[in-house]
């Protein structure tokens, strides 16, 4: 593969910002803001290859690897990679093969039955960990008491509040310090599907482990050991729906990642009410509660039993060097051996470039010490700090609580859960739409001064006496609040760390990113009973009020926006230097109120950055934008 091996060797000459250790710092060369010198090293490795030599690399690569008899299928595939939208000009390709890509762009969703059965799976594990998150909201009615931790009349710095907190918290500091650092491991020796397997396998056995506990002791394990059930599955399932889904609906797919976890909270109080009457039996004490913590295990059951019905990860299998299994595993998520042979050899010369920047590096030491690399783990750390303190676990996991110390009974607190679990999830399905369109930073710069808002509501609601206006009042505020929340800071974190990373960094950088989100989901988790007693539902709502306007400035000056960007403008976006971004953001905000709050007409600022394509230039605007 003599073309490929040159432009590797041009490219490792290049000044790259996404490997090299030096800043290379854009340069103005307009009015306008034009940047220049930005190199993405793996924005295409096929692009500048001649048809010829590209249709030899690809007939060597099919020969080499036992697939001489799909030799002409990958030639074809590979031209068709180099440049995806000149395909009518492509004289190897007759009329067939051209109508399946035009189909391809017409009809995006005509996709095999075999990727919708893995993106069920998918969403069906988003769904047990909504669920291992959420049934705890029940169960905490009933075993704190009888387990002697009950937080109700106890003082607010007393033994009790840590001890229900640290109970509730368990599995998400397991996350952190144990479960997301074994997905590399785990991904590495067992594939997409076997981490799957063996982490909805955790999930189950250690859900009916709970509800045998008999001691806050013995349900703290019990939940600790849940973490390795949930860390590594967070990190892989996206991952594996993003490797397996053609990269029209790529987004959207991983997108269902966060809306089937919404519904698993939701559906979490489902079975919470469901088990609420039912008594103890003879010898059982809390037979309800240990019904609720145990039936999240059985969509994992389900789990376990289906996932290696789907297909491995194509890219599992090239980075083990089974290319014949990658195919196979490709021809069953297309829907013709074109598109397969496209996306495989693709693949292949992506390997190869990340072989290329990746060899004797510490990956982990690159995403701090390297400046685009650095900006990129900014971002990520900003969006999954602020899922947890935008304070929205605090809800998931306490709301029955929350709803009972307004005024409700415990079965009516727990009502009022399922409909924030409802809404939650209903106004998830949204974003689906709008986080390519609104984009990632646009959602959140709109719903962070909403939740600030809601928050203050429902915490000021509890100087309302007691009654029936007070839990009403409660009620809108937390509903409210979900509304904001579910199509910004909830889809957004994963979507936006999965693609921020460079190609060569992103497991290492997708693993930090939910260490992170899980570590602070420990946090919130283990302090908001303390704070509820010590604060009152005023001042800890108000605590994370305050932090939405924190999580406002930080994403305004911070997190640059990243919808509709290929590789190669990514870079370009995360190698603008972090001072310069944040001062544009700051002389950029009041134009953009009077234009977007008060409608006002304006003058337009400059753009901080643009791309030449070979299409066009797309310059990008204050709010990250892009106009062609």
Known sequence: MSGLNEKAEVSKREDSSSVSHNETYPKKSTDRGSFENINAKLANPLAGISHEQLMEDAKVFAETHGMEDLALEF???????????????????DEDDKNVLRRELTHKWDQPKMLYYLVVLCSMAAAVQGMDESVINGANLFFAPQFGIDTRGQSPSGRNAWLFGLVNSAPYLCCAVLGCWLTHPLNNLLGR?????????????????????????????????????????????????????????????????????AFGIMFGTVSSLAFFPVPDKPGITGLNWRLMLASAGMPALVIIVQVFFCPESPRWYMMKGRHRDAYQSLARLRKSPLQATRDLYYMHVLLEAEKDISKERNKFLELFTIPRNRRATLASFIVMFMQQFCGINTIAYYSTNIFSQSGLSDQQSLIASWGFGMINWLFAIPAIYTIDTFGRRNLLLTTFPLMTIFLLMTGFAFYIPDGSARTAVVALGIYLFAMAYSPGEGPV??????????????DIGMSFATAVLWFFNFVIAITFPPL?????????????????VFGFVAVLLFVPETKALS??????????????????????????????????????????????????????????????
């Open 75 to 93: 030639q074809k595939g590979a031209l068709v990679a180099q440049d995806p939208t000149a395909f009518e000009s492509l004289s190897l390709l």
């Open 193 to 261: 599907r076997g981490t799957i397997f063996v982490t909805g396998l955790f999930s189950f056995l250690t859900c009916i482990w709970q509800g045998v506990t008999n001691s806050w002791e013995h349900l703290f394990v019990a939940r600790f050991v849940l973490g390795i059930g949930i860390g590594p599955k967070s990190a892989t399932v996206p991952v594996y729906a993003a490797e397996c889904a053609p990269p029209a609906i790529r987004g959207a797919l991983v997108m269902m990642w966060q809306t089937w976890t």
């Open 493 to 506: 974190p994963f979507t936006y760390s999965a693609e921020a990373f460079p190609l060569y960094v992103r």
């Open 532 to 548: 509820l007693a010590a604060f009152q539902p005023q001042g800890a709502f108000g605590w994370y009020a305050a932090w939405n």
């Open 567 to 628: 590789l190669e403008e990514l870079d370009q976006v995360f190698s603008v230097p972090t001072h310069t971004h944040a001062v544009y953001q700051l002389k950029a905000l009041p134009r953009n109120i009077k234009k977007h709050i008060f409608r006002m007409k304006v003058k337009e600022v400059p753009p901080l950055y643009e791309h030449e394509g070979t299409i066009g230039t797309k310059t990008y605007a204050p709010g990250g934008a892009g106009h062609a």
